[in-house]
């Protein structure tokens, strides 16, 4: 069966520090991967999503970056975070056919402080 | 513009309640509708889909039925558990590739023993 894990499950980091958070896929092979973020008191909001490796494409503009370096793994980057980067990160993947459904991982609570 | 507009919460009702969280859509074409549950501290579990106008979806007791015609998905329970407390979000597909969601707001659901 398929799983998705996401680490870590919680972060705090300062102002301006880096940021990388992983996700990989197991039990399927050339999924669609994305990428959402759901901030504090709002629904999920898309960021990214990759369709294969090297291949991503961003939903909204902002101070992320998505890598997918692997079939199975996509990885959500920052150079410098701001405060309003706080949020639940939530990685999930399709099969990418007609009428099928995202699997969510546990998410990643980052709080920039 | 493709959106989902939810019935904001918290919704509070007592164990064995009749409940309905009330979802409607706007669309260009048919996308495929979803309910997904989120357990305190944790990512997204698809609750239900529908795929096309009039289908319905059911699970652990839910239901939804894709209305075309008033562009509902409201969620229905004949009768809540405390196990039932959660947050639903109510999304579209608007690629139909599985996991480009847009999500409704969310309604956070309360069940008292």
């Known amino acids: 069966s398929q799983t998705i894990h996401q680490w870590p499950a919680t972060l705090v980091q300062p102002v301006g520090s880096p940021l990388s958070l992983e996700c990989t896929v197991e039990?399927?092979?050339?999924?669609?991967l994305y990428w959402y973020r759901q901030a504090a008191g709002r629904g999920l909001q898309l960021l990214f999503y990759?369709?294969?490796?090297?291949?991503i494409s961003s939903e909204v503009p902002q101070n992320l970056s998505a890598s997918r370096p692997q079939d199975r793994q996509f990885i959500l980057s920052s150079k410098k975070l701001l405060l309003s980067d706080s949020g639940f990160y939530l990685c999930?993947?399709?099969?990418?056919?007609?009428?099928?459904?995202?699997?969510f991982g546990q998410g990643t609570r980052l709080t920039v402080v | 513009g493709n959106s989902v507009t939810q019935m904001e919460g918290p919704v509070t009702l007592s164990e064995e309640a009749f409940l309905t969280i009330n979802c409607t859509y706007t669309?260009?074409?048919?996308?495929?509708l979803f309910w997904y549950v989120q357990y305190p501290g944790e990512g997204l579990q698809l609750l239900l889909k529908?795929?096309?106008?009039?289908d319905k979806g059911s699970n652990k007791g839910f239901e939804a039925t894709y209305r075309k015609e008033t562009t509902s998905f409201h969620l229905e329970k004949g009768s809540v558990q405390v196990s039932d407390s959660a947050v639903y979000f109510c999304?579209?597909?608007?690629?139909?590739?599985?996991?480009?969601?847009?999500f409704g707001q969310g309604t956070e659901l309360s069940v008292k023993p």
């Open positions: 990759s369709v294969g490796i090297g291949q």
């Open positions: 529908a795929t096309k106008a009039d």
């Open positions: 999930a993947w399709s099969v990418g056919a007609e009428n099928t459904e995202a699997f």
């Open positions: 999304a579209l597909d608007y690629y139909n590739q599985g996991g480009k969601l847009i």
């Open positions: 669309a260009t074409g048919y996308p495929s």
């Open positions: 039990g399927t092979s050339n999924p669609n």
